[in-house]
Each structure stands twice: as structure tokens, then as C-alpha cells.
Nanobody, 118 residues
Framework: QVQLVESGGGLVQAGGSLRLSCAAS????????LSWFRQASGKEREFVSA????????YYADSVKGQFTISRDNAKRTVYLQMNSLKPEDTAVYYC???????????WGQGTQVTVSS
């Protein structure tokens, strides 16, 4: 059974940092891209960042380039999202996503709340 478990969210002041973690189990990570999405209250879920488990290529939404960094730890089967210089507009529920690169399969974590106060 595929499981994606996010952690690391919380309340932080503007300008602060948080590191989100997503621990993956039950899937062959070499066949997946792991991504972070976020959904602010009243808005649609949006793409934030992605990383290829095989070659480590990274992708970012324009809105977070230079501010967020995605990385992975193969041994821990965990993907991280380092978020710096946080702004109130970064407030959202952040979701981890695993998408197969060889099939239609995709899986979501339960989400972790990030709240940035001004």
C-alpha cells in the first residue's frame, strides 16, 4: 500500500523558514517523480516543486524559484521542501504527490498546514 506521510508544517513569522518532509513507502521510487503542491483556502491546488527520483532533476513554480529548495534522501525514502523567506501568501496546506513516470498512477499525502504570519 502506497503511503506518503508529510510533516514539518507549522506557524512561522514572515521571513522565517520551514522544512517539510514526505516519507514514502509502498512504491518503487525509481519509477516516480515526487512533487509538492499547495492549496490555499478558497483557491485551487497548485504545483510548487518536483524532483525525479532517478536523476534528481528538479522543477519549480516561478513563484517559489530561489525561495524553496526540493531535495531527496534515497536511504530514508524521503523528499524535503526547504522553504525560506516565507511570506503570508505562502500560507497553504502543502501536499506531497507521487506520480508514476510509466503509468497513470498517482498518490497524495494527507497534507501539512503551513501558516505564515505577517
Amino acid at each position: 500500500q502506497v503511503q506518503l506521510v508529510e510533516s514539518g508544517g507549522g506557524l512561522v513569522q514572515a521571513g522565517g523558514s520551514l522544512r517539510l518532509s514526505c516519507a514514502a513507502s509502498g512504491l518503487a521510487l525509481s519509477s516516480y517523480a515526487l512533487s509538492w503542491f499547495r492549496q490555499a483556502s478558497g483557491k485551487e491546488r497548485e504545483f510548487v516543486s518536483a524532483i525525479s527520483w532517478v536523476d534528481g532533476r528538479t522543477y519549480y513554480a516561478d513563484s517559489v524559484k530561489g525561495q524553496f529548495t526540493i531535495s531527496r534522501d534515497n536511504a530514508k525514502r524521503t523528499v524535503y521542501l526547504q522553504m525560506n523567506s516565507l511570506k503570508p501568501e505562502d500560507t497553504a496546506v502543502y501536499y506531497c504527490n507521487a506520480k508514476s513516470v510509466i503509468s497513470w498512477y498517482t498518490s497524495w499525502g494527507q497534507g501539512t498546514q503551513v501558516t505564515v504570519s505577517s
